[in-house]
């Protein structure tokens, strides 16, 4: 069965599907089924054979037959398997006039019917109904939340959100199996309701599971919530995260083997870097690869390990991640003679083979030791809970990936600037402050590839262009940021809006689609000259939100001023100057009023921007990193 793109779709929009094949008759029959949408009619070249069909109750037409339906559809939803049939059954509506932003070119994704469960939102405050409903999940849904898609929408169309928490609250507080709780609590995740109090709960929920597998892959999914939402964080969280990984580790009753300890005297100092997974490239540019090179030019000796602690196997719980990457990715390993070409003989790579996750944290213990490091560099990105053992035995410095705290284990983290990192340690604490390491990483500011210009948008030299970029823009675009740049937009017309990463963003297509008709917002899914694309706008627009730190850098390398919320700390708000930030939407959306209409403001915010970039550059010259992991080793060494 082919999953109906109900993200795509606003609910009760008059729907066209073009094309009736399997993949349209699978849409049309969700459709009638959770009257989510009006199907007007579907579009197929053999209509009179479909037509026949029993359970087809919607006009069938030919493609000359959809001009009859020229002004009374929102959407003409093109249900076609073929990529590139769809391309150009897409270029084909455009040429007769049907406006691009009329116009949905779904991900076509494939679920076993089995995933299909009946549920509706009613069956989970029904005890009867309830224990059903997650037998059934059990029986046939194979873990994947899929199962319960009816229910998922009709949380995202239900106007009482808090009611709702309300009563999910009551009923997980009841006698009722582990499982069946953190399913339900998946459920409201997966409809994008979560607040720091449901986090809480899934975190003391998690703590319980057994088989340790199924508790550890738990775990790190609740480690990546805060990157797709920001309201699931709390005063406790990673402190509640670290001890629950504590906990984990200890069940686990790992060999520590009786050797090593860094009593070795050698002439060349070692150094570990840890990999949660490591693709055909390295990732955010050069981040990874700069610091390997820079450790190799001071004299260390580098080995890098692929610990691939969360590929996902069989069995390894009752429930597929929320963030599924693990799921479909192949082993490092894969990659092995990529990764040999990109480090250019300046490191060792070491691949972790061990099925389970047991074996997995156990073989990167027993290499580890028997390598013994004088320091362990990890960038697992919160993935990684072995680190506690590593911890009491070896110098860790920690590099996160995302803002400046974590549930980690390490004695000394990456804050790159030290008073960004005070700032998020007082809302969220998750260190010492003698932890910090007040450094900066370099960022290598790619070239662009050809010069763009504005007129492929449709854009003129008056206008003045805001960009966004992230791949969890549909999360991070909230209501409330929305509504704000909705009434900028409205109020200046020649104000232009381009977001790049996804077309995934429902809550845009739905409620301001007025932008996206008038070509003032434009939507690119994907774009592999951001620079050349930078050289056409004029500010950055930040959301709130943790992410998008290597993009906010090349954009200021370019000279493209930063306007970021920092209400919610994120990765680069001390590299982006402090007295820069903006503290509320309101504000963000007052200075980039602001700079289009008072040019030499702008000029005045340019010319900062270009100082900062210069500033974190030179610093990084200076190798302030490899300085720090020097440090870090000398004070471990002298205790």
């Known amino acids: ?100 932003s009329k116009i949905i070119l779904p991900k076509i994704v494939a679920i076993e019917d089995a995933f299909w469960g009946k549920w509706e939102l009613t069956a989970l405050w029904d005890a009867e109904e309830r224990q059903k409903a997650m037998e059934g999940f059990a029986r046939e849904g194979n873990g994947k939340i899929s199962y319960f898609t009816y229910m998922i929408a009709e949380i995202r169309l239900a106007k009482d959100k808090n009611g709702l928490l309300a009563e999910l609250f009551r009923i997980t507080d009841g006698e009722e199996c582990l499982e069946y709780k953190i399913i339900m609590l998946r459920i409201f995740l997966e409809a994008g309701v979560i607040n720091g109090e449901l986090t809480k709960k899934f975190i003391a929920l998690v703590r ?167 320091v362990i560099i990890d960038i697992t990105d919160e993935i990684a809970p072995q680190s506690y053992i590593l911890n009491q035995y070896f110098p860790v410095y920690y590099v996160p990936m995302r803002g400046f705290l974590s549930a980690m284990f390490f004695g000394r983290i990456l804050s790159e600037g030290k008073r960004a990192a005070q700032y998020c340690n007082k809302f969220c604490p998750s260190m010492a402050e003698e932890q910090m390491a007040d450094c900066y990483i370099n960022i290598t500011i790619p070239c662009e590839k050809e010069r763009r210009d504005r007129e492929e948008f449709q854009w003129g030299e008056e206008d003045f262009i805001m960009v966004t970029v992230g791949g969890r823009l549909e999360h991070e675009l909230d209501e409330m940021f929305l509504a704000s740049v909705g009434k900028m937009l409205r109020e200046n017309p020649d104000i232009k809006w381009l977001l790049i990463g996804t077309e995934q963003i429902a809550l845009l297509k739905n409620t301001y689609i007025e932008f996206l008709n008038s070509g003032q917002v434009r939507i690119l899914k994907y774009e592999n000259d951001l620079m050349g694309i930078f050289g056409i706008c004029d500010v950055y627009l930040n959301p709130r939100r943790s992410g998008g730190g290597i993009t906010h850098l090349w954009a200021a390398g370019r000279g493209i001023p930063v306007v970021a919320d920092a209400s919610k700390w994120f990765d680069t708000m001390e590299l982006l100057g402090w007295d820069s930030l903006c503290w509320s939407t309101k504000e963000q959306i007052a200075k980039i009023v602001k700079m289009k209409n008072d040019k030499q403001y702008y000029q005045q915010i340019k010319m900062q921007t270009e100082a900062f970039h210069q500033k974190w550059k030179k610093r990084a010259v200076r190798r302030e990193f490899v300085k720090s992991v020097k440090e870090f080793i000398g004070m471990r060494d002298s205790q």
């Not at 049309?28 to 209509?47: F, G, H, P, W």
């Not at 359970?55 to 073929?82: C, H, K, M, W």
């Not at 610091?291 to 602690?309: M, R, S, T, W």
């Open 208 to 374: 319980q599971i057994e088989p340790l597998e199924s508790r550890y892959l738990l775990l790190s999914d609740i480690a990546i919530f805060p990157v797709h939402f920001a309201e699931c964080l709390y005063r406790e969280f990673y402190l509640d995260l670290r001890d629950a990984y504590r906990e984990l580790m200890e069940s686990y009753n790992l060999q520590v083997p009786n050797k090593g300890m860094r009593s070795i005297k050698r002439a060349e100092k070692r150094a570990a870097v840890l990999f949660n997974w490591l693709g055909g490239a390295f990732n955010h540019g050069d981040f990874k690869k700069y610091l390997i090179e820079e450790l190799a030019e001071e004299k260390f000796e580098v080995q890098i390990f692929c610990l691939d602690i969360r590929l996902w196997y069989t069995g390894m719980c009752f429930i597929e991640p929320f963030d599924n990457m693990s799921c479909k990715v192949k082993p490092s390993e894969c990659y092995a003679s990529s990764h040999k070409a990109v480090l250019e003989g300046t490191a060792r790579l070491q691949y972790i083979h061990g099925r389970t996750v047991r074996q997995r944290m156990q073989e990167s213990i027993d290499r580890l030791f028997a390598w013994n490091p004088d």
């Open 1 to 100: 069965m082919y999953l109906f793109p109900f993200g795509e779709v606003k609910p009760n929009a008059r729907v066209i599907i073009y094309g009736a094949g399997k993949v349209g008759l699978d849409f049309m029959r969700q459709i009638t089924r959770s009257n989510y949408a009006q199907l007007l009619c579907m579009v197929e070249k053999d209509y009179q054979m479909i037509q026949g069909i029993s359970d087809v109750a919607v006009p069938v037409v030919s493609r000359e037959g959809l001009l009859q339906f020229t002004d009374n559809y929102d959407i003409i939803l093109i249900a076609v398997l073929n990529q590139k049939i769809s391309l150009e059954v897409k270029q084909e509506l455009c040429g007769r006039g049907i406006p691009e």
